[in-house]
């Protein structure tokens, strides 16, 4: 099923909701609606077992990444590495290299923040996980 196929399937149950009248038989005014929850999808053990096998793999990934990005100018792809490579762009007279590494650095520097939010929430997931 297409995702504008079940759009307008949830649009037109919307719609046949809001015509249903308390008096009509089988709607109690008593009852709380029934709310679906994660816990119920058929599949959810099986999901939370194939995110908890890929959060060791997925950390080691991001922590290698920020190693890289906070390497040494010895490190090639980390910023003081690309530091290097902008200063002998520019002193070689090709500024728009040098132009195109310092956006690669502005890139970097903003990755920092991004992967440090993913290790801390993989931590989350790692303690969830070690809980079940």
């Known amino acids: 099923m297409s995702r504008m ?3 307008a399937a949830a649009m037109l149950m919307a ?3 809001a015509f249903a009248l308390p008096g009509v038989a089988g709607a ?6 029934e709310h679906a929850t994660v816990h119920d999808h058929p599949r959810f053990e ?3 077992d ?5 959060v060791p793999l997925v950390t080691y990934r991001a922590e290698r990444a920020l190693d890289r990005i906070n ?7 980390s ?3 690309l530091h290097d490579k902008a200063e002998w762009a520019r002193e070689s007279g090709r500024d728009d290299l040098a132009d195109l590494i310092e956006g690669r650095i502005t890139i970097q520097v903003e990755r920092i923040d991004v992967l440090d939010a993913r290790l801390e929430w993989l931590s989350e997931a790692a303690q969830l996980c070690d809980e079940r």
Not at 28 to 33: A, V
């Open 71 to 77: 390497g040494d100018a010895d490190v090639r792809g």
């Open 46 to 48: 099986e999901r939370l």
């Open 79 to 81: 910023i003081l590495w």
């Open 15 to 17: 719609g046949a909701g």
């Open 50 to 54: 194939h995110l908890c096998a890929r």
């Open 28 to 33: 109690s005014e008593n009852e709380p609606p």
């Open 5 to 7: 196929t079940k759009i």
